[in-house]
């Protein structure tokens, strides 16, 4: 049996899809074919190319990476996938599902399920449920969708504590390293922190888990070897265990790996010394979340960090020789525009570059996160009385604090102060 998994970013250079590779490295381990398909700014794909891959490989599960911002292209792709064959049961999972609320299949009439847990486990489920010529049972992970479209929601399912038990997408050869100019990594998974307007801790029960060093090093020797020579690495707090990450980089450093790599971690889990061996072992750039530069609007976000701790990082980094980027956030709860304006300078202040990811933006109100579900507490207004299930308040709200001529008129700002033109647009 084959499972074809999509991601879509058309507003983005194509990167590698790391959590898609994690997922088919598992399904292929269990015996299921299993391929990749990544649709980006750069693909070219038209729809007798799509048709073509869909009667070739012969796919009976179709798993789709959701975003806010991509939901019409996964629904386009599932109305376009049931067109060909109905019998061909689609999937979606990623950020925009895990705490999608069920009433969305009233107007996502070709997905038959939603994943809530662990991508590997749960598509496994899924899979073996197809396989066995009962898709619509023991399911778990998931709500679903059955024949009569009676929707179901089933219990989670707990994926590995260990992460070394996911078999890897590099060692695997998941990927296509001849297109492949930079490879992204996980050393980890999760963030044990309670920032109110973010989802990964949610989604990760705000636990972290980790690889072990000796298959991080696997990795990176691996796709070295295959000609790849920067990495970036996509663990939210890469620092989270100091020690273990010195480990990392000393054994880069012994291996006489030359290899140029981006991180990004809290202001509070760097050192002189952490910095100094990121340095040698060929950290070109090291991203911090400031969000606000304004110390009073941070204290209500539960990031437990100060500008002034922020500043610090910065420090240690431009000591060292390496780049920093920022990661800014403008209708924050609390915040006006002065406090925003104050960023903006924070930022230039501390020579950071304006471009890529620290092009500042306005803050999402994602599925799952605590902002999403207490909004009301903190007087954000949504700028529209009704919206599709499958879609959160996102960007359109505005606050007591900060009305939407205000919010344009930050946007304006940075842009105008972008080196790039403020092109830069995250999920």
């Known amino acids: 049996m084959n499972i074809l998994l999509i991601e879509i970013n058309p507003f983005a250079p194509t990167m590698t899809p790391i959590s898609l590779g994690y997922i088919a490295a598992f399904l292929k381990s269990k015996g299921f074919g299993t391929k990749i398909l990544i649709v980006g700014q750069d693909t070219s794909l038209s729809r007798s190319g799509f048709h073509e891959l869909i009667t070739r490989f012969q796919p009976a599960l179709v798993g789709l990476t959701a975003y806010q911002r991509t939901m019409l292209y996964v629904r386009g792709f599932a109305n376009f996938i049931k067109s060909m064959d109905n019998n061909i049961k689609v999937a979606i999972g990623g950020p925009q599902a895990t705490f999608m609320p069920s009433s969305a299949f009233k107007e996502l009439s070709d997905i038959d399920y939603i ?88 989604a990760f029960k705000h636990k972290i888990t980790f690889h072990s060093v000796d298959r991080v090093m696997e990795e990176i020797k691996w796709v070295t070897k295959k000609g790849v020579k920067r990495l970036w690495f996509a663990d939210p707090n890469i620092s989270c265990k100091p020690e273990r990450l010195i480990e990392i980089f000393d054994r880069i450093l012994t291996h006489g790996i030359e290899v140029k790599m981006w991180v990004q971690t809290r202001v509070d889990l760097v050192t002189p010394e952490l910095m100094k061996k990121m340095k040698q072992a060929g950290v070109g750039v090291i991203a911090f979340g400031l969000e606000s530069a304004s110390d009073r609007v941070l204290t209500k976000l539960g990031k437990r960090i100060t500008t002034e701790q922020v500043a610090g990082a910065i420090r240690l980094a431009q000591d060292q020789g390496i780049e920093v980027e920022l990661f800014t956030l403008f209708g924050l709860p609390y915040e006006t525009f002065e406090d925003a304006v104050k960023t903006l300078e924070f930022v230039k202040k501390n020579k950071v570059k304006i471009m890529g990811n620290s092009n500042s933006q306005q803050m999402q109100i994602y599925f799952g996160t605590h902002l999403a579900r207490h909004y009301k507490d903190y007087n954000i207004r949504p700028l529209q009385n009704s919206r599709p299930a499958y879609m959160s308040i996102g960007s359109q709200y505005e606050t007591e604090c900060f009305g939407i001529n205000e919010l344009q008129k930050i946007q304006n700002m940075w842009r105008a102060h972008s080196l790039d033109g403020g092109k830069r647009i995250v999920s």
């Open 115 to 202: 994943c809530r847990s662990s991508g590997e486990v749960t598509l496994l489920r899924v899979a073996q449920a197809i396989k066995n010529g009962t898709p619509f049972s023991d399911l778990a992970g998931v709500s679903y969708k059955d024949t009569q479209s009676i929707v179901f929601d089933t219990p989670e399912i707990e994926g590995f504590t260990e992460l070394d038990h996911y078999p890897s997408p590099y060692l695997n050869d998941i990927f296509d390293y001849s297109c492949m100019n930079e490879a992204v990594m996980l050393t980890s998974r999760g963030c044990p922190y309670h920032c109110i307007y973010c989802y990964t801790p949610q």
